[in-house]
């Protein structure tokens, strides 16, 4: 017997749809999907370089999110501080390089939501596991506001807050799924945001994990 479930899971994918969040904002349904192959073989060389590690924020606490970079620079957390440098702390060296791939999806997320010629310079990778969230935050250790933002979800579902300009702004709640794409620019570039608690799921290539890419131009 044929049960609802089973039709479902025969349904066609969904086409790419642009949902609007923000006068500047934009959810791009979809978006990734053509390029997740290329995504996940990149990040395999990227994590070979720079592995997944879990920062200390200034306040002391170990964030529930690990995270690694790419670009010429990337963002990281410790007891002094938040900030962008060239230079992972843990060896050393340069970020690795940011993949060709990368920049072209990031740079076509932009166009598609009416930001020409983005050229992002880091390229910030979040790693979530049930249960790891991000707290209610505003983007602000770039060098200019003038950049969009372009965040690109994998993985299991999360649901994303997407607040005001003031923390006690009620916050929308908008579902992340696997191949979604969000970009934000203009008057939504300093709203307050975050990641609710991950559910338990697993996902069929990358199991009971969530990935975010999020482009910035840093510099
Ligand atoms: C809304 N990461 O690392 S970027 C972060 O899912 C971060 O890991 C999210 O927030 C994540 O700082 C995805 C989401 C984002 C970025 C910039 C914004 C949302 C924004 C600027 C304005 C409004
Ligand atoms: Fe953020």
Redesign the pocket.
Known sequence: MQTTLDLFDSLPPEPPRAVQIGTH?WVLKGFALPYVEQLLQALATIEAQAPFRQMITPGGFTMSVALTNCGALGWTTDRRGYRYAANDPESGQPWPAMPAVFLQLACAAAAAAGFADFVPDAC?I?RYVPGAR?SL?Q?KDEHSYDHP?V?V?LGIP?V?L?GGHTRSDKAQRIGLMHGDI?V?GGE????Y?G?LPLKPAEHPLLGARRI?F?FRKAG
């Open positions: 904002a910030l979040n991000l935050h983007d933002i965040s979800s999360a994303f997407f969000v934000w939504d570039r300093l709203r945001h990641v975010n999020t």
